[in-house]
């Protein structure tokens, strides 16, 4: 069923009360990882819904923003291929802002500093607004976010926290192409060339995994770094090796601190990112 406004949401609500809500939350251009996602929601909860709304108060770079794929119709076959009984609430953008369209402020500490808080700013305050609001409309009891954007899922489980709400945020392991690729609606921009070439991403963080016991972070760096450099369609826009829990970057590793390798790129104008638990 596909629901525009919140009014029709609020009318399906008081025909089906005391039931279990999964949310998947995204911003259309629906894959396979969303597809996990969703199944997951429909095998533990009693209604599962997903929201369609390309927010832009997330967006800090407006081309980014028009350039990002909307794919309505499609996004509907593969949710209703998936299940029937899927509710799609995908509204109008006065739905989600009905006065202005602009972003609250959140103090998600630490969480915001690094890696997408420093160089997408303001990028943690729009998906935390925009997610108050879906929260509000849709009442979720549980919500499903992929591992793929980790650091979004620390911030939603903070957002949580510091909005004390009654929601259950689950973290489904990040969905991968055959050659490593995450994916990811943005992959819908690539060509078949780029999507091969793309796994150069993946294999950063595999070396770094695999390299990470025996050297130390500054010698992981450089060889990304590097690799980087020699691939001239890429644009590396950080590499981070950072503390699971504080997601803040490190220089020294301390013993019994699980860490991660987290990356962002420009792969001929599309942005990338992937992160991987490296210990
Ligand atoms: O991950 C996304 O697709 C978005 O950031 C989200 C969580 C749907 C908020 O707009």
């Given amino acids: 069923m596909l629901i525009k406004t919140k009014q029709n949401y609020i009318n399906f609500l008081s025909k089906n009360t005391k039931k279990v809500i999964g949310l998947v939350p995204t911003m259309g251009a629906i894959h396979e990882g969303h ?5 997951q929601s429909l095998s533990e909860c009693d209604i599962t819904v997903v929201t369609i709304f390309v927010n832009p108060t997330q967006f800090n770079n407006p081309k980014d923003l028009e350039k990002y794929p909307r794919t309505l119709n ?14 799609v609430f995908a509204p109008h953008v006065k739905e989600i802002y009905p006065e202005t369209i602009t972003s609250k402020q959140f103090d998600f ?3 915001s500093e690094f890696m997408e808080g420093q160089h997408r700013k303001g990028h943690f305050d ?3 607004t925009v997610l108050e609001n879906i929260f509000e409309i849709i009442k979720p009891t549980k919500a499903y976010f992929g591992e793929k954007d980790f650091q979004q899922l620390a911030i939603v489980k903070k957002l949580v926290e510091i909005l004390k709400l009654n929601i259950e945020i689950i973290g489904c392991k990040t969905f991968r192409e055959l050659n490593g690729l995450a994916k990811s609606s943005r992959n819908a921009l690539l060509t078949t060339e780029e999507k091969e070439y793309a796994s150069e991403i ?4 595999i070396h770094a995994r695999n390299s990470f016991e025996n050297s130390t972070i500054e010698e992981i760096k450089e060889v990304v770094f590097n690799k980087f450099k020699t691939l001239d369609k890429f644009e590396l826009e950080y590499f981070e090796i950072a503390g699971e829990h504080d ?3 490190i220089n020294t590793k301390k013993p019994d601190v699980k860490y991660r390798g987290f990356i962002a790129a420009f792969l001929n104008e599309v942005r990338l990112i992937d ?5």
Avoid: F, K, Q, T
């Fill in 35 to 39: 597809g996990s996602l969703i199944r």
């Fill in 74 to 87: 499609e996004d509907l076959r593969i949710i209703h291929n998936i299940s029937e009984d899927v509710i």
């Fill in 109 to 111: 500490g630490n969480l």
């Fill in 126 to 128: 729009g998906v935390g």
């Fill in 202 to 205: 993946y294999d950063s963080l």
């Fill in 247 to 249: 997601l803040v970057p």
């Fill in 275 to 279: 992160n991987m638990a490296l210990n």
